[in-house]
């Protein structure tokens, strides 16, 4: 499966931004996916995970209650609702697929397929 992200950009401190990762190649309901983030001189860290039928979302502490994850079947797309976002969000955010994992997961290492990153700046 191959993942296009989009939507990131420059945005004040409590405003809002809504990314998109399309995917394409492969059946995308097969997949479990997630979004990532990597700050600048950071370690990439996790986000939000959904299930395939989206019955399962599991968020980071950190975005808990401000960042929303949702997906489209009909659309092969993935989002990531963000609110009330703070300088420290300020990240590359890549979406990932894998459908090895049953339900849905945090780590990293189960996602085999990985979009390009769309860059979030957060001013404060």
């Known amino acids: 499966v191959q993942l296009q992200a989009s939507g990131g950009g420059l945005v004040q401190a409590g405003g809002s931004l809504r990314l998109s990762c399309a995917a394409s190649?492969?059946?995308?309901?097969?997949?479990?996916m997630g979004w990532f983030r990597q700050a600048p001189g950071k370690e990439r860290e996790f986000a939000a995970t959904?299930?395939?039928?989206?019955?399962?979302?599991h968020y980071a502490d950190s975005v808990k209650g401000r960042f929303t994850i949702s997906r489209d079947n009909a659309k092969n797309t993935v989002y990531l609702e963000m609110n009330s976002l703070k300088p420290e969000d300020t990240a590359v955010y890549y979406c990932?697929?894998?459908?090895?994992?049953?339900?849905?997961?945090?780590?990293?290492?189960?996602?085999?397929?990985w979009g390009q990153g769309t860059l979030v700046t957060v001013s404060s």
């Open positions: 959904i299930s395939r039928a989206s019955s399962r979302k």
């Open positions: 990932a697929a894998s459908n090895r994992a049953p339900l849905y997961s945090v780590g990293g290492d189960v996602y085999d397929y």
């Open positions: 190649g492969s059946t995308f309901s097969d997949y479990i």
